[in-house]
């Protein structure tokens, strides 16, 4: 599969994700398979392409899991799964917008 079509698959089930998990009522039913699918993208991608999304990637699937960690746990399955994922530090809440997108100045 071409390279840039993983990539934003991968992405867009990522911000996806994140926008489901966002504080609210959830149904948890789904987070297991969708995570299974999160992880086998993950992987799939190819390392050049994980070093370079990584920063962007550590800030969506951690306000993902912070959005997760009241309703969950922070031992849950699902939250050290979604953890495997990311790299560097959580932000600090599900609301951390502060990192600066790729086109801003």
């Known amino acids: 599969m071409d390279n840039y079509k993983i990539v934003y698959e991968f992405a867009a ?11 609210k009522n959830l149904d948890t039913k789904y987070l ?6 999160l992880i086998e993208g993950y992987n799939s991608l190819p390392n050049e392409v994980i070093k370079e999304i990584q920063p962007s990637l550590d800030y969506t699937l951690g306000r993902a899991v912070k959005s ?3 309703v969950l746990g922070e031992e849950n ?11 560097g530090e959580l932000p600090e809440s599900p609301d951390d917008f502060n990192k600066k997108k790729w086109f801003e100045k």
């Open 13 to 23: 089930s990522a911000g996806a994700f994140e926008g489901y998990v966002y504080p």
């Open 77 to 87: 399955e699902s939250i050290l799964k979604l953890k495997s994922m990311i790299k």
């Open 68 to 70: 997760l960690i009241p």
């Open 32 to 37: 297991p398979n969708w995570i299974e699918h």
